[in-house]
């Protein structure tokens, strides 16, 4: 199973320059572009490792990483910033990041960072395989979806998106989201593309169930829950 990693970076060269390297090398990479969305993203603590830009829109590195650490999650956090004098390092090395990179960067030396963080983090940390909500239930490994007991079939993407929503379980999900996420997407492509997939998604989970479970929250985006 590949390792998730999370890239919070506004620099859209930067980022498409990680994130492409970094699938190559067999990660799964999600992106946020501010540091309020990094934050949601990161707050299920689903992710092997985070990258992060310290000077962000919406919400300050900084503040991201203490939101985090504050919260318990622990997962580790490189930050990469173009902030290099030696107390920038050690304001970031203080404030409980792991490791601390200055820009420019060498991917490989990035990658190699990131890589010990990881050996370092161990097989103590739990290796996510499955997801379940209510009667909902997905194998990462077999690739298998089932709800109550019935075999629910999956077109690769549509797999990708319900494994999204389910990382993000009883949360919100907006579309800038799901189009990072999910499509790679980091502009708006101005189609409907996720309705699309997302109708699709909610006839093939809810169709025939008890109750819903795919929501569509109005101006906002959608959510995975038990709850309408």
Same mark, same amino acid.
């Given at each position: 199973?590949?390792?998730?990693?999370?890239?919070?970076?506004?620099?859209?060269?930067?980022?498409?320059?990680?994130?492409?390297?970094?699938?190559?090398?067999?990660?799964?990479?999600?992106?946020?572009?501010?540091?309020?969305? &990094? !934050?949601?993203?990161?707050?299920?603590?689903?992710? %092997?490792?985070?990258?992060?830009?310290?000077?962000?829109?919406?919400? %300050?590195?900084?503040?991201?990483?203490?939101? !985090?650490?504050?919260?318990?999650?622990?997962?580790?956090?490189?930050?990469?910033?173009?902030?290099?004098?030696? %107390?920038?390092?050690?304001?970031?090395?203080?404030?409980?990041?792991? %490791?601390?990179?200055?820009?420019?960067?060498?991917?490989?030396?990035?990658?190699? $960072?990131? $890589?010990?963080?990881?050996?370092?983090?161990?097989? &103590?940390?739990?290796?996510?395989?499955?997801?379940?909500?209510?009667?909902?239930?997905?194998?990462?490994?077999?690739?298998?979806?089932?709800?109550?007991?019935?075999?629910?079939?999956?077109?690769?993407?549509?797999?990708?998106?319900?494994?999204?929503?389910?990382?993000?379980?009883?949360?919100?999900?907006?579309?800038?989201?799901?189009?990072?996420?999910?499509?790679?997407?980091?502009?708006?492509?101005?189609?409907?593309?996720?309705?699309?997939?997302?109708? $699709?998604?909610?006839?093939?989970?809810?169709? &025939?169930?008890?109750?819903?479970?795919?929501?569509?929250? $109005?101006?906002?985006?959608?959510?995975?829950?038990?709850?309408?």
């Amino acid at each position: 199973m590949s390792h998730k990693l999370l890239v919070i970076e506004d620099d859209d060269d930067t980022a498409s320059f990680i994130a492409k390297g970094m699938g190559e090398e067999g990660f799964t990479v999600d992106r946020a572009d501010n540091g309020r969305d &990094g !934050l949601f993203l990161a707050t299920d603590g689903a992710y %092997d490792a985070i990258v992060l830009d310290r000077m962000l829109p919406k919400m %300050d590195g900084m503040a991201v990483l203490a939101a !985090l650490r504050a919260a318990g999650i622990e997962t580790p956090v490189i930050i990469l910033s173009a902030l290099s004098t030696p %107390d920038d390092r050690v304001a970031g090395l203080t404030a409980g990041s792991d %490791d601390y990179l200055t820009k420019p960067f060498a991917f490989a030396e990035l990658l190699a $960072r990131v $890589r010990l963080l990881l050996r370092k983090r161990g097989a &103590g940390a739990p290796v996510i395989t499955s997801f379940a909500c209510d009667d909902l239930e997905m194998d990462l490994l077999s690739r298998k979806v089932r709800r109550g007991g019935r075999s629910i079939e999956l077109q690769p993407r549509e797999f990708r998106l319900l494994e999204y929503l389910l990382r993000h379980a009883e949360q919100v999900v907006t579309r800038t989201m799901l189009l990072e996420g999910v499509w790679d997407y980091h502009f708006d492509p101005g189609t409907n593309v996720i309705d699309v997939h997302v109708s $699709r998604l909610r006839r093939k989970l809810d169709d &025939g169930a008890d109750r819903p479970l795919l929501h569509t929250v $109005r101006g906002a985006g959608y959510r995975l829950g038990i709850s309408a």
